[in-house]
């Protein structure tokens, strides 16, 4: 696509995404000799500032690069408002829905973007890379490709010996999720589709249990902070990932005596390295706990009471 970018275009990133669709977008646009705008979030809720959004897509807009859920602080974006001005303004949209994937339905056509992409393993599947584009734009776009492949879809983008083994797992990952929408509809008729809306439709309101568990717990324990939604009335705009940060311990410290203790969590950036520079938490990043539909109650409170207990004075 950077091949027909043409001097004045613009490209649009946002300051809260994973690297992954912030640098190679802005490498793209380098080479291209393009601008590229950097949309800012809104530090005391860590949601992507609208405005600033709006004002950032114009008529030389060629594309706009947004997450679905921020992977750091949780907040899911309005994708489909965005996609609507980008198209407005004759912009593609690249959604990146990694951390989305295994906390609600994807559904592409309810969120009129162009292009998606999502890793298998977050939605509990092996380790393989998931591209969708609108058929139009897959066929039209040129794929840098060994001669001997096809042209057709979806081979022209699949060049190469193919990972059968991971696409074979990611297919029994998608079907285990679609078995959670049978199980719980006791109904094994459904097809796929509907069955994976059923398993969202409870695991939505299922994690989301969790996450108001877990932030009323953090809530009283001193000194710590958590980045992003925490507003009970808003938790529908966010996914069950939680990331904080103690004023006396680093991310890393709590992180190794929380692994100490059997319990996995992860500290840094996650990789969404400007949201980590813009709050100003680097080299140390947050403290990040995922939560995703196999998690208990007992376990968020087992968290909590290691917490309390590591940050006693
Ligand atoms: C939002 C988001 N985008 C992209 C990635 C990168 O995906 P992968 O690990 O498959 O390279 C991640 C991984 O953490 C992510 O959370």
Redesign the pocket.
């Known amino acids: 696509m950077a091949r027909t970018w043409k001097p004045r275009d613009e490209i649009v990133v946002t300051l809260l995404?994973?690297d992954?669709?912030v640098t190679p977008w802005v490498l793209a646009a380098r080479d291209a000799g393009i601008k590229v705008q950097y949309v800012r979030f809104r530090p005391e809720d860590c949601t992507l500032d609208l405005d600033d959004f709006r004002s950032k897509i114009n008529s030389r807009t060629k594309l706009v690069a947004v997450?679905c859920?921020?992977?750091a602080t949780g907040g899911i974006n309005p994708v489909r408002q965005i996609a609507d001005w980008a198209h407005e303004a004759g912009a593609l949209v690249f959604a990146?829905a990694?951390?989305f994937a295994p906390h609600g339905l994807v559904d592409v056509k309810g969120l009129g973007v162009d292009f998606l992409a999502c890793?298998a393993?977050?939605f509990f599947g092996p380790?393989i890379?998931v591209l969708w584009g609108k058929r139009e734009l897959m066929e039209s776009v040129e794929a840098y490709k060994v001669r001997p492949a096809s042209n057709s879809l979806p081979s022209k983008w699949m060049t190469g010996t193919q990972s059968h083994e991971s696409m074979a797992g990611a297919l029994a990952a998608v079907d285990y999720l679609a078995g959670i929408g049978r199980t719980l509809a006791a109904n094994s008729s459904l097809n796929r589709r509907q069955a994976l809306t059923k398993a969202y439709d409870a695991i939505v309101p299922y994690e989301r249990s969790l996450v108001t568990r877990l932030l009323g717990g953090l809530a009283e324990i001193p000194e710590i902070k958590v980045f992003g939604i925490t507003n009970p009335a808003r938790l529908n705009e966010r996914v069950a990932t939680i990331s904080f940060t103690h004023e006396r311990f680093t991310s890393a410290q709590l992180t190794e005596r929380l692994g100490s203790r059997g319990i996995f969590a992860w500290h840094g950036n996650?990789?969404a390295l400007n949201l980590s520079e813009q709050l100003g938490h680097e080299p140390h990043g947050m403290l990040r706990v995922g939560l995703v539909h196999y998690n208990t109650a007992a376990e968020v409170d087992r968290l909590l009471t290691e917490l309390r207990q590591l940050t006693k004075t």
């Open positions: 995404d994973h992954a669709n997450g859920a921020s992977n990146d990694v951390h890793s393993y977050k380790h890379g996650y990789y």
